[in-house]
């Protein structure tokens, strides 16, 4: 496995960045026809180790025009709502956008509503809840399923090794960018801190497919009904006690998959026995107080 536990913050010279890009995308000979184009691509990743991580990752064993087509896609980062750095977002949605599948995108992003050191159980039983693997019907196949999707991602280095092998983990940098990507191109909607306008906004709220909640101020003020008929996956985890509207999952009866997390209930809103599609239910660490 060429995982990394961690990738330092700072910036990479010109010869420290090339000699990563070329561990991490397979040596270079002197007069392969690749090397300038590998040169110039490695330039766009701007020195930041992340960035060169994750497209030489992604980069390896590719031809030359597809290296060329890298270059031309990494001089045109395409996310107004990336607030870190914009070679860092460029580099990580070029490497997302050539993962092999719709399948192992999905699992990607859904590592974005775990977060640092997350469980590949809980994968499991997300990719398992939502039917996002064909075929893919036991918690075993899931499993099997999932442990090379991960394996995949950290090769790519859009994921990384944890403290146990029960568990992966994310770069800061890469799951702020899966955030984003997950928001702008797929209707999921992970919340961390500080509320944004899509959550006031009704008519989009009728389009996220995903919504994960870890943000204090929304938690504390739950809306007495979500207005989320498209909803097939809802997260929220909070440590503290939490009171769920009874109606609040009234409007979301395509659900699927609902996990809520470490909190302390009064009890389950009623709201639930109208989920006819519920396929999983997680109540991890959380205590029902009646």
Known sequence: ?????????????????????????????????????????AKKCAGLPIAIATVAGASRNKRLFEWKNALRELERPSSSNFTGIAAAYSAIEWSFNYLESEEVKLTFLLCSVIGHNGLIEDLVRYTLGLGLFDGVHTIEEARNKVLTVVANLKASALLLDSYNYKLFDIHDVVWDAAIAIALKDYRM???????????????????????????????????????????????????????????????????KALDLVGMQLPSLPESI??????????LKNVQLMT
């Open 189 to 255: 909607l992970v919340l961390r801190d500080h509320p944004p306008k899509e959550w006031s906004d009704k008519e989009k709220m009728k389009t996220w497919s995903v919504i994960s909640l870890r943000c204090p101020q929304i938690i504390a003020n739950l809306p007495k009904e979500m207005e989320c008929s498209g909803l097939s996956f809802f997260h929220m985890a909070y440590d503290g006690a939490v009171k769920i509207p009874l109606n609040f999952f009234k409007q979301t009866e395509g659900l």
């Open 1 to 41: 496995m060429d995982a990394q536990k961690n990738f330092p913050i700072g910036f990479l010279n010109e010869k420290e960045a090339w000699d990563l890009f070329k561990k991490k995308a397979g040596e270079c000979d002197e007069s392969c026809d690749l090397k300038p184009v590998a040169m110039e691509v």
């Open 273 to 282: 026995i109208q989920l006819a599609d519920l396929r999983m239910l997680c």
